[in-house]
């Protein structure tokens, strides 16, 4: 397995999403608890440092001296600290950073109330509580009259920012440290859960490759139990047609062999009687004559059939027989043509030395099926290629008729297929170009078909020129 597809596989994905769901719970969590505790921690010291700073601000202002003048505005800054702003009116007293982080809007709402107001503030990365109360003064009976005089001052929140810092880290920390334990957890779901998954993996290879009584014995109640149990009824199902199926094919074949067998006797004894009314039809009359030329002509299709049934019976059955000889292969197809007076039909092209070990009587067949098919139902001209490489030799036929049509093409090498569905009665049986492929592969080649540029259907037969053969696959 390549890392790609092991990446793309359920074991990656689980273990992916298991891992990410963990860390995004932990991570969550983690934040959320970091969350509460920041904001706990800033409003405990913001709490802490205002009610200081409120209790320094009661404590002094009754001390002071209303309406105040520069040098009590002074002393109040001083009591209160450094980073201390004191108006009054148009005079103040200022010290430290706390008059550039004072804002307006802080300034209005200390004017506006009676209360003490805090404004958080981010100057050049440094953290600051900005805090601002009037100074109001309390008479005897209770009564509160502000004085006039405005107090702020700025706190510097870098310390509890490092805290807030270590609180996020943590939280970030905890969330890592899930993750292994996340991939573990991960790992357990994913072999309990994937080990059935592949049981049924390996059974449905088995399956596959033909051991139809491969199952998988389920295990507990789940899904992916009754799954198993499904796959197992569907193979079950499986392998009963198949058996039926293969029963009836051997029935058949042997059907078709022995009924071929017993045909060789009788029909033998006609043909020779069809020899006899052939010689004598010329003396019949023309209404007898064409009667004995149609049944000779019938009986002659008849003992091809039966002959094609037999050779088919012996390809299915194993047994028939490939005799080997070094073969000059261009000789033998210009013999083959020659033999059924097709030398001036078809432009034959040759190559120089070009032999190969064959049976030179199965090589007849295939190539008087391909040159007698293009023949019938091509177009001339028919023009047979013989070439060879170091490896195989070709045998090319081509014709220049309307080719085969795309529906054509998939069963051109099926038993009894007839393109045109209309020509039941045509001298071919329908199995020669079936028989050819089966001798093609009977010498480790194969046969091909296709249609050429122009128009015309092309049959390459490719053959090995060693001794290598190839086993011939059957169903």
Known sequence: MT???????????????????????????????????????????EHQVTTSFADQVRAVAPTLSYPPDQATLDRLRT????????????????????????????????????????????????????????????APDGTRTPSGVEVYTVRDLTVVQEQVDRLARSALATAAFALPLAIVLALLAARTVLRPVRDLRDTARRLAAGDLGARTPPRGVDELAQLTVTINEMAQAVQTSMTAMHGM????????????????????????????????????????????????TETRRLVRLVEDLMEVSRFDAGSAPLRLEQTDVPRAVRDSLAARGWLDEVDLVTGEDVGALVDPRRLDVVVANLVANALRHGAPPVLVEVSATDAEVTVEVTDHGPGLPPEVLPHVFDRFFKADAARVRTPGSGLGLAIARENARLHGG?????????????FVLRLPRGTARRDLERS
């Open 3 to 45: 890392r790609w597809s092991w990446s793309r596989g359920l074991r990656a994905r689980l273990l992916a999403a298991f891992a990410l769901v963990t860390m995004a719970g932990a991570g969550a969590a983690a934040w959320s608890g970091a969350g509460s505790a920041r904001a706990a921690l800033v409003e405990a010291h």
């Open 79 to 138: 009591a209160l600290g450094a980073g201390t702003v004191v108006t009054y009116g148009s005079a103040r007293s200022a010290a430290g950073p706390g008059p550039d982080l004072v804002s307006a809007e802080l300034r209005g709402a200390v004017r506006e109330g009676d209360r003490l107001v805090t404004q958080r503030v981010l100057d050049a990365g440094t953290p600051w509580l900005v805090i601002g109360t009037p100074v109001v003064l309390t």
């Open 249 to 296: 094919q051997s029935d058949a074949r042997r059907f078709v062999a022995d009924v071929s067998h017993e045909l060789r006797t009788p029909l033998s004894t006609l043909t020779a009687v069809m020899e006899v009314l052939a010689d004598t039809s010329a003396d019949m009359e023309p209404d007898a004559r064409e009667s004995a030329e149609l049944a000779i």
């Open 446 to 458: 194969d046969l091909t078909a296709d249609d050429v540029a122009g128009g015309g259907a092309r």
